[in-house]
């Protein structure tokens, strides 16, 4: 074989950092610079969403070469599952990565991790190459996510991001399956089925808070002008 | 904006995991410039595939990080100018219409109604913007699979209830339905079909623009 097998990862029961209380959190993070939640940096923790910050604020290549060996084989594993050869996959997973650098000021880690921020550049990538489709995507909500997010709201859509992993692994394994082709682009919307058994409810009900307080802060700001 | 009528589950799964017709999308995306509920909806559905990205791995070959270090070396970080909406046409709507309202190119279809059929780059589904006289019926029309209605301005009835701005209709096949614009203001409404390409084939192509409605 000329390239590794993909493997799939069950996700380990690791030690999971307490969430920080708001206003203690508030108090502690230094002035006009997010703190990573964790200072345990293991493969299996490392703050993505740290990382990102690094390459939002000071362009660092050492940030985003470890945020590539995490992701990008991970990218090309999507795109080769959702019909790429290897190699036009490999090129994907560069462009992807690519993105990530240039659009790091985008990302918004009180809507979604840094996995599913990936997940969505991948995705636009794929019915770029795949289809030679352009993506509609929604309005945009405001100039950008706030440049110091609200810890405790970040861990806590951290959170919701695992715990839907380890959901998704826990399903049966045809039920998973079904999932997994829809996301690998295999089924039309009449194939999939509206029952995921997935929890939901929660991380939908965090990333709408945000989305209110966004909404607010233009509210604001449009009173303000 | 007090929205009644939001996407089902299957519709968002569809749109988050890239699996929709051009067409749907964009009807799918312009609702959710509206609906913060059916966006954090689609959001969780997101973090799933953020899920499965996770779950897959295959090993880049040597020398890719290398390569691509060199390639962000002249890649400077890029902060898109927000897209905006402009009047009742919300964002992923304008990048199609090319403006607002007043850029839209309408053809006639009798009665005050009018259509305008925008260009998609992939023939899963048809897209039209229509325009219907208060009090007027929509323009008789049938489709094969499922088609959403999305009301931007005014409002209509039809069997099942009334729509309102901002609200989504879902009608699979098996629904007869008739359409009537609400008395007062023009309804305008952003509709997508799938597209039957069978009966493309088979009708000249002149024929077509007669029968895309």
Known sequence: ?225 | MTIRHHLSDQLLMAYSAGDLPEGFALVIATHLSLCDECRARAGAFDAVGGAVVEDGFCSMSDGSLEACLSRIDGLSQITPRPRQAKGIIPAPLVDYIGGGLADVKWRPLGFGAKQAILRMSDRGASVRLLSIPGGSAMPEHSHRGTELTLVLQGAFRDETDRFGPGDIEVADDNLEHTPVAEEGQTCICLAATEAPLRFNRLIPRLAQPFFRI
Not at chain 1, 7 to 21: G, L, S
Not at chain 1, 186 to 201: C, K, N, Q, R, V
């Open chain 1, 1 to 225: 074989m000329m390239f590794e097998t993909m493997r799939v990862e069950k996700p380990d029961a690791v030690a999971k950092p307490k969430p920080y209380d708001g206003l203690l959190a508030r108090a502690a993070r230094p002035e006009g610079r997010y703190r990573p939640v964790t200072t345990l940096v293991t493969d299996e923790q490392e703050d993505w969403t740290a990382l990102v910050f690094r390459v939002r604020d000071h362009q660092d290549r050492a940030a985003f070469a470890a945020l590539f060996r995490h992701f990008a084989p991970r990218v090309k594993g999507f795109l080769m599952k959702s019909g790429a050869s290897e190699q036009l996959a490999e090129e994907c997973a560069q462009d992807v990565m690519a993105t990530l650098w240039q659009k790091a000021g985008q990302f918004d880690p009180t809507r979604a991790s840094v996995a599913t921020w990936v997940f969505t550049i991948a995705r636009n990538r794929r019915i770029d190459a795949l289809r030679k489709a352009r993506r509609p995507e929604p309005e945009d909500l405001t100039w950008g996510p706030e440049a110091e997010p609200d810890q405790a709201e970040v861990f806590e859509v951290q959170q919701e991001s695992e715990r839907l992993g380890t959901a998704l692994a826990q399903l049966p394994q045809k039920q998973r399956e079904l999932i997994e082709r829809a996301y690998y682009g295999d089924l039309t919307h009449s194939e999939i089925a509206a029952e995921t058994g997935l929890p939901l409810g929660t991380i939908k009900s965090r990333i709408r808070l945000a989305l209110d307080k966004l909404r607010q802060h233009l509210d604001v700001k449009a009173q303000q002008e």
